[in-house]
């Protein structure tokens, strides 16, 4: 799988959208770029993914650049709740090697959303 | 309700003791996952299975036992083996054999070494 890189941290207000990227340079043409989200000490939390097109899903928007080299996650209207860890993983998604079955997480990126 | 539960919350062992950690979904998925986090870092995948009766290593089963012969459940042991078993445990699933759709977590299990 490609790697990601993401800022390590960012801060929003509540009530504001908050915008999350992602570099994914080395992106292959049949991965998926995928969004997961963890609350402190709870398990991730499925969020969006994409190949090529914008997505928007009850939770948020996802945003792929033309070239697919870079995405941004979107949550239009933050709130206190969704202050967690942000990972955005590229993965190969039609494969029958076995190798799909990894989701590489890294660091994500930290998000902090306040009053 | 559908979905995976990792039972216990917490768990503590002693050195050289052998630790199983249950994870079971009604979720009707094939492929199920065990990760492991530790503290500031990503998951790392420990094994997976992707029908009853068959699992494979990931990168970090050194250490680790997993067994799969039921559908539902996927249960890990972390043995004496393991040097350094101190972290947050999850277990996942997924619709799809191959691993190819999306992948649910569970609540995770923190097993801490006395």
């Known amino acids: 799988d490609a790697k990601t890189t993401q800022p390590p941290s960012m801060d929003c207000a509540e009530g504001r959208a908050a915008n999350l990227p992602c570099n994914h340079s080395t992106i292959s043409g049949n991965e998926y770029v995928y969004w997961y989200r963890q609350i402190h000490s709870q398990g991730p939390q499925y969020i969006i993914h994409?190949?090529?097109n914008n997505e928007t899903n009850e939770m948020a928007s996802l945003i792929i650049t033309e070239d697919r080299k870079s995405s941004t996650l979107i949550l239009p209207h933050a709130t206190l709740r969704d202050t967690a860890v942000y990972y955005c993983?590229?993965?190969?998604?039609?494969?029958?090697?076995?190798?799909?079955?990894?989701?590489?997480f890294g660091t994500g990126t930290r998000l902090q959303v306040t009053l | 309700d559908g979905g995976i539960t990792q039972s216990p919350k917490y768990l503590f062992r002693k050195e050289g003791q052998n630790v199983t950690l249950s994870c079971e979904q009604n979720?009707?998925?094939?492929?199920m996952y065990w990760y492991r986090q530790d503290p500031g870092q990503g998951l790392r995948l420990i094994y997976y299975?992707?029908?009853?009766?068959?699992?494979q290593k990931g990168d970090i089963a050194e250490g680790y036992s997993v067994s799969r012969e039921k559908k539902e459940s996927f249960p890990l042991t972390v043995t004496s083996a393991q040097k350094n078993p101190t972290a947050f445990y999850l277990c996942?699933?997924?619709?799809?054999?191959?691993?190819?759709?999306?992948?649910?977590f569970g609540p995770g299990t923190r097993l801490l070494v006395l």
């Open positions: 993983i590229v993965r190969v998604v039609e494969d029958n090697t076995g190798t799909a079955s990894k989701l590489t």
């Open positions: 996942a699933s997924s619709i799809d054999p191959t691993g190819g759709e999306t992948q649910y």
């Open positions: 299975s992707q029908i009853v009766n068959d699992f």
């Open positions: 979720l009707n998925h094939d492929a």
């Open positions: 994409g190949l090529k």
